[in-house]
């Protein structure tokens, strides 16, 4: 009965009688006008600046609302050109005050865990980015409508308590608040609402509608959060919700940005597109329905259309990712400044992803990061409190325990505790500075604000923890004290400012003393003042430092008097300075007592000062000092900390450090001095048993990489400070250190059952260390560059590296003296950045993956053998990008599902078969960044990402992808993650080293989870089909048609995606082609014409640069063969058209055209490497031979031109090892060639005795190739003697049986096969090694012109235009049999019928989409997953009238 009488609704000013002013306060230039509009009084809020006139309800910050109504309407508008604030404070059911604020002021939606701030964006009738600012001339009334409730659930997660108070600040008009439990539409009358399912707004709240005009032509409704983002009414780690709640999508989130319009306004957060009803003006019953999952694609094109009439599209700078954020501190959520995320409701059921949270901080391996001059003792003297980057760090010394203050964004760049242990303040190093106080023994914080500073550099407490005290910069750079009073931030109440001073002398440090709460002290360059707070105002004087003036102090420290004396005559003031004095100041007097100089003495030949003396002399640096009542703990920048007497006649205990100390804090008991050093170490030393205690090292630098040994549980970090550690996980102290001055340390791994480990090293050198004797071991520098990735199969026998340069090293690690089994170039993608997820070994140590040999590919390969099973084009599964992607990490799943995670450059996460290649599922929407780490549990259960400077944990088992749990607590981008061995922690470095506990229970017997369904690709997408059931299928019986468009994008994956809505063309459209293409080979014995005319057929660029540059080509020359390659890997794509090769990048549309030959390019042919292509033509009419130019594909240069032959070359073909090019003339040369590509001299030539149609090397044995032609065989065996090749010949004539006719093309199989193709369409199986053909079966009506193998699948083409697909897996099994052999084992798989003959064609290594060339001047996109095939480029079959160019058109 409490809330009754707030029912229906409240009217808060009437209620709190703000005109009386009584229970309300106003400051500034608050008056009451009348509205023309409302024809009413309403009051006036206005002030240059905001914060100083205001309306603010209760009058007190002590006091409270108490209004429980869910909904808050707030009826005002903002005075036109200017900038308004309305501040909210509301209270949680757990006593948590959050303030949320609304102005056109905020640029950007901010969120910490009490401070929720929204631009509330006017007249969205402009772009998107200029929404934000002014209030427009003609604002108009306003009802912003706040669903309270729901902001704190969605963006907080917290459970709604009351309002506690508002704060109207200028400039703006308001006419009244309401508050009620029901949700009012203001827009809908009396008469209409009769028959709508909702509320109308009543008389007394409603705006005054003219008859006849519209309630939205004059006044504007924003409902926020929008009907589309409504959540349970139960913080999510609590719900249960059915399944048929309404449940958020994985789906990007729009900016928490209320957008006022004359329109219904909603935001849509889904690739589901919901219109209003037009009657019901934006409140439409929209039954609840689960969203449905849908790809990537799907999601980006949807929700840029999501917007009906009335709607506001948000551009994509404008999408939030929804996602829950956790501090792992007792399960608060908080939202970082950077990344507004919110949590959203999981789709199934709850159970899905528990516990919430997954992770919670259990140590931190890390000191400083702003600085290292920030660590305290407790009053108690039990703990030492320090920062760790972003994250405030309570270490308890006897027991090493630490308990952590998460909440800051960035680092931690100064503390503050009281004297009774009950207030701990924080300021953080990024401008503005953002200040939090927390409640220390408990951890809470209790309130956060902006500082008036620009940076904080220095903060004091007073002992009581009423007067906070800070000193930084202002945005000019000019030094700033503030003077806080925290005195009611326990109560409830809010921090206030009760002075402000600027002051051109410099400040080094600042303390308020323990005497006098109105009193401080400060020292800087040439400067030691005392200052007092009086009367809201901050004075200081200066001391008369006298000869001393020119010091540059560093550290001050009062002397508490032994009696406890409260007087300041019974305190005394320490300052020490660089040049290592130490002055002694009466506060009272204000004068200079004593001062003292510390001097290095030494004896002769002692490496150490035995004795310090306060003379003349160049001094010790002094950084810092504290004052106990019986001695002086001083630290300096030689790297000693030494206890003196106050009368400082001798030293009394010293303790060398091994970098400069930084900071000293003597106990309270007096009894143990705190030290920190600039390198990164805090420890303290006992005064009673003399002993030194190391409390807590660090890097220096950023972290890089790291590693875990399950044997003995220690862990090894790399970073920038050119350091490798090796830390003890159950302790985290450090065990070893390894420095390198000059070469940096890049990865690191360890031996899985030796007690040793290896590292990289940026100049490639790969070693390895002995933990136990803490030596070198074994080094070796194979590599060219720095080294990107290290890891060891998990038995320990074979280690694996990778460097920038590219290039792949194999060791055998199966006794200490390791050595390198194999070198391979080009096989890593060079100039990738070192990352523990460069190289992944599979769980069972029989795949090794990494990303390469380019960045958008995924080489799968055979970790004892090093033979490469599967490469996968990343840049190619994105089928909605218009830009290329590519792969940034890679990582196995566990060996029972046989999955393999790449994490690309588009913010996702693609899952793959990683023995098929195919797409299992996606994880859109990762992350805004690219994430460089990436792991999996054991068991599958939870996908751990680094994500910028958060970590998130992925339910991987839920099939429906709900979304992460992020983790901050990083203030720089996580670097790598890893599970422990036993998977009970996880450890994240960055900044520094995380370790995290996984809350989440042992299932020892929880079985792997079964692959989840394929992902679709679009509309209409089916799911992806099984290799083996793929593979037997019956042939089809109708043929499918080509298709007329463009593919949207071609990738090689061992499995393609499937299920897209059709393809589109892509060049009609004026859309760059996204297609990526790579080798073949083509058909066509045809004679290529030589006449004049065709020599005529293309337009070079002019030689001299003049009248006409060449700047596009359309065509493909049709009746040349194999003239067009296409590398997958590389992306390589090239053809002919006339006498020009056309380099085509495929995702811009740039062409290249490499000229110079003279007549007609007749064939094509690519090294292995990809690193030459050669081009032929034939002879001209200038010319007597055919010419050969050998290119450079990288510069497009031609380096060698030759003249192998007087007629047409027919056909180009490298050797396995591209050491040798094979030239073979055409029917009437009959001429085969062999060059040296070092030279490309010729090594050997020989006159045919019959015309021949192809050839081809043995890719699995360069020194044997293999003609064909009318009616044999012909094997080549190359013999070399010295620099001589020989060839010896073996004829093999083609058995009857095989029918009458030439053969025409051929390809190698499955070692020991060879495929020939017939003129009258047979296609007929060799063993090479017997020389006899055992197998033939009819293929097709028309000749065999090209046949292309792979796997167990080959290609054939014909003169007919068709294109079929054989399953020849067991083809390898009939050889055995011999003559005995039958066809009836092979069996065709698909069939396609283009427009021309196949004369040239390129396939991905399984054989599932390719590049298919035509006589009529066609280059063909074919996907055999689909059966469709889809036209890329058109040409014309003979020359085109008024343009020069056969077969195509120059531009």
């Known amino acids: 009965m409490a809330r009754a009488w707030q029912h229906p609704f409240l009217n808060v000013f009437r209620h709190f009688r703000v005109d009386e002013w009584k229970r309300s306060a106003k400051q500034g230039d608050v008056a009451v006008v009348t509205d023309k509009t409302l024809k009413g009084a309403v009051y006036r809020i206005r002030g240059s600046v905001s914060a100083a006139n205001y309306i603010q309800l209760p009058k007190s910050s002590t006091q409270s609302l108490g209004l429980t109504g869910r909904y808050l309407y707030v009826l005002f508008r903002p ?72 902001v704190l659930l969605v963006y907080l997660n917290r459970c709604y308590g009351h309002l506690k108070s508002i704060r109207l600040c200028a400039s703006l008009l308001v006419r009244n608040l309401y508050t009620s439990d029901l949700c009012f539409e203001p827009a809908i009358s009396g008469a209409q609402w009769a028959k709508l399912p909702v509320t109308p707004m009543p008389r007394e709240m409603a705006f005054p509608v003219p008859k006849g005009e519209s309630w939205h032509d004059r006044y504007i409704h924003v409902r926020f959060p929008s009907e589309s983002l409504k959540v349970p009414s139960k913080p999510i780690e609590k719900s249960c919700s059915p399944p048929e709640a ?50 990537l694609s799907q999601e980006r094109s949807d929700a840029s259309n999501a917007d009906g009439p009335g709607f506001h599209s948000l551009e994509p700078w404008a999408q939030l990712e929804a996602s829950d954020i956790h501090t792992a501190a007792a399960g608060t959520h908080v939202l970082t ?44 003297g039990a703990a030492v409190v320090y920062p760790c980057h972003a994250v405030i760090v309570v270490l308890l010394v006897d027991t090493g325990e630490q308990r952590f203050f998460l909440g800051h964004t960035d680092k931690v760049s100064a503390l503050a505790l009281d004297g009774s242990s009950s207030l701990l303040a924080s300021a953080q190093a990024r401008a503005p500075s953002v200040m939090r106080l927390w409640d220390f023994q408990t951890g809470r914080c209790l309130c956060l604000f902006r500082s008036p500073m620009h940076v904080v550099c220095s903060l004091s407490f007073s002992d009581s923890g009423a007067l906070l005290c800070g000193v930084g910069k202002d945005h000019h750079g000019r030094t700033m004290v503030v003077a806080w009073g925290t005195g009611q ?32 002290a400060s020292c800087g360059q040439g400067s030691v003042r005392l200052w007092r707070l009086r009367g809201g105002v901050l004075r200081s004087c200066p001391v008369d430092l006298g000869e001393h003036h020119a010091l540059q102090f560093t550290d001050l420290a009062f002397k508490q008097a032994r009696d406890g004396c409260p007087e300041p005559s019974a305190a005394m003031l320490f300052v020490c300075s660089r040049s290592g004095h130490i002055l002694e100041i009466d506060c009272q007097r204000m004068v200079v007592r004593h001062a003292r100089r510390l001097l290095p003495t030494r004896t002769p030949g002692g490496p150490h000062p035995q004795k310090q003396t306060f003379s003349s002399g160049p001094g010790i640096a002094i950084s810092s000092l504290s004052v106990s009542p019986a001695m002086c703990a001083v630290g300096s920048e030689d790297g000693f900390l030494r206890l003196w007497p106050l009368d400082f006649s001798s030293v009394l205990l010293e303790a060398e450090h091994e970098g400069p100390v930084s900071s000293v804090c003597v106990s309270p008991d007096g009894l143990r001095v705190l030290s920190a050093t600039s390198s990164g170490h805090l420890g303290f030393l006992d005064t009673l048993s003399r002993v030194y205690h190391m409390l807590a090292r660090s890097h220096t630098a950023p972290v890089l990489a790291l590693a875990m040994e399950q044997r003995r549980g220690q862990l090894a970090t790399v970073s920038q400070d050119r350091t490798v550690r090796i830390w003890d996980l159950a302790t985290l102290q450090q065990l070893y250190d390894f420095t390198s001055s ?50 060891a199969t998990p038995d320990g026998r074979l280690l694996f590296s990778s460097c920038s340069q590219g290039s792949l090293a ?62 996968v084009d990343i840049g190619t599964l994105d089928l909605a990008s218009s830009r290329l992607d590519s792969a940034m990490a890679v990582c196995f799943g566990p060996a029972a599902l046989g999955h393999l995670l790449v994490s690309t450059s588009s913010n996702r996460v693609v899952v793959l078969d990683a023995v098929s290649g195919r797409i299992i599922r996606e994880l859109p929407g990762v ?114 048609k080509p298709c007329q468009a463009s593919p949207p994008r071609l990738g090689v994956c061992a499995r393609p995606p499937e299920g897209g809505d059709g393809a589109r063309d892509t060049r009609n459209s004026g859309a760059p082609r996204t297609t990526y293409l790579a080798s073949c080979k083509a058909f066509t014995p045809a004679r290529v014409s030589c006449s004049p005319h065709s020599a005529k057929g293309t337009c070079p660029p002019p030689a001299s640069g003049g009248w006409l540059r060449l700047k596009a080509v359309v065509g493909y020359s049709g009746n040349g063969r194999a003239n067009m390659v296409w590398r997958p890997d590389t992306g390589f794509f090239a053809y002919t058209c006339g006498r020009l090769v056309v380099v085509e990048d495929l995702h811009s549309g740039a062409q290249q055209h490499w000229s110079g030959h003279s007549a007609e390019i007749s064939t094509l042919a690519l090294s292995h490497s990809a690193q030459v292509l050669a081009s032929a033509s034939g002879r001209s009419s200038t010319t007597a031979h055919c010419q050969i130019r050998v290119w450079d594909v990288s510069g497009g240069l031609c380096q060698h031109l030759i003249f192998p032959h007087s007629t047409t070359v027919l056909a180009l073909a490298f050797s396995p090892d591209d050491r040798l090019l094979v030239t073979l003339g055409d029917h009437d040369g009959r001429t085969l060639a062999l060059w040296g590509t070092a030279t490309y001299d010729l090594v050997s030539s020989t006159r045919l005795p019959e015309p021949v149609h192809g050839v081809a090397f043995n890719p699995w ?98 003169s007919t235009g068709r294109l079929r697909l054989w399953a020849v897996g067991a083809v390898s099994e009939l050889r055995c049999k011999g003559s005995g052999a039958r066809s009836s084992s092979v069996f065709m798989e698909h069939e396609l019928v283009l427009d021309g003959a196949v004369v040239s064609a390129s396939f991905d290594d399984s054989v599932d989409m390719g590049v298919v060339g035509t006589t009529a001047g066609t280059l063909w996109f074919v996907s055999w997953a689909e059966g469709t095939s889809t036209r890329l480029i058109s040409g014309h079959r003979s020359k085109k009238s008024h343009q020069s160019g056969r077969g195509g058109s120059c531009l």
């Open 927 to 1040: 992350h805004p960044e690219p994430c460089p780490s990436l792991t999996l549990s054991e068991d599958a259960r939870f996908l751990l990402i680094a994500a910028g400077r958060t970590i998130k944990v992925w339910d991987y088992a839920t099939q429906a992808s709900p979304g992460p749990q992020v983790y901050i607590g990083h203030s720089e981008p996580v670097q790598a993650v890893a599970f422990s061995p036993d998977q009970q922690q996880v450890l994240s470095a960055g900044d520094a080293v995380f370790l995290w506990d996984v809350l989440a229970p042992t299932e020892s017997d929880q079985s792997f989870p079964g692959a989840p369904p394929a992902c679709k690709t679009g509309p209409g997408a089916g799911p992806l089909e099984d290799a083996a059931s793929r593979a037997s299928e019956l042939p089809r019986q109708q043929v499918p």
């Open 246 to 295: 309404v449940l958020l999508g994985p789906g990007p989130q729009p900016l928490p940005c209320p957008v006022a319009s004359s329109k219904p306004v909603r935001f849509s957060v889904s690739p589901v597109v919901q219109t209003p009803s037009p009657t019901a003006s934006g409140r439409a019953a929209l039954a609840p329905r689960p969203f449905p999952e849908v790809s």
């Open 742 to 791: 000059e070469d940096a340390p890049c990865a690191v791994t360890f031996h899985p059952t030796r007690p040793t480990f290896f590292c990289g090293f940026s100049s490639g050198a790969v070693r390895s260390f002995s933990l136990e004797a803490a030596e070198v071991l074994v080094e070796h520098t194979c590599h060219r560059g720095a080294v990107t990735g290290l890891t």
């Open 1261 to 1358: 044995d360069a020194g044997e190739l293999t003609c064909v032609g009318q009616g044999t065989v012909t094997f080549w065996l190359l013999q070399q003697r010295g620099a001589d090749i020989s060839l010896q010949v073996r004829r093999e004539p083609v058995p009857e049986a095989v029918g009458a006719g030439e053969l025409t093309s051929l390809c190698y199989g499955a070692p020991p096969l060879l495929y020939c193709g017939t003129s009258s369409g047979q296609v007929c199986v060799w063993d090479t090694r017997a020389g006899r053909c055992f197998l033939s079966w009819e293929a097709d009506d028309g000749g065999i012109g090209l046949l292309l193998f792979s796997g167990s699948r080959l290609v054939s083409g014909s």
């Open 337 to 380: 400044h950077e990344s507004a995320e919110v949590p959203v409701a999981r789709t199934g059921s709850c159970e899905g992803f528990l516990p919430d949270p997954v992770l919670r901080l259990k140590g931190v391996i890390g000191f400083g990061g702003h600085g290292t001059r920030q660590a305290l003792w407790t009053p108690d």
């Open 79 to 150: 005075l036109p050109s200017k900038h308004f604030v309305i501040h909210l404070d509301v209270s949680s059911k757990d006593n948590q005050v959050i303030r949320v604020s609304f102005s056109n002021l905020f640029k950007e939606f901010k969120s910490t865990a009490t401070w929720l701030q929204f631009p509330l964006v006017l007249e969205a009738r402009t772009p998107q980015r200029d929404l934000v600012g002014l209030a427009p001339s003609g604002a108009r009334w306003t009802c912003l409508q706040l669903d309270l409730q729901d």
């Open 810 to 871: 194999q060791y055998s690690c199966a006794d200490p003296q390791w050595h390198v089994l194999r070198v391979a170039a080009d096989m890593v993608c060079p100039d990738a950045p070192a990352s523990p997820s460069a190289l992944a070994v599979s769980r069972d140590g029989r795949l090794l993956a990494f990303v390469g040999p380019s960045r958008c590919t995924v080489t799968v390969m055979g970790s004892a053998s090093l033979d490469e099973l599967l490469r």
């Open 489 to 520: 931030v326990g109560l409830g109440g809010e921090v206030v400012v009760l002075a402000k001073a600027h002051t051109d002398f410099d400040v080094q440090a600042f303390r308020v003393t323990f005497f006098d709460e109105t009193r401080m």
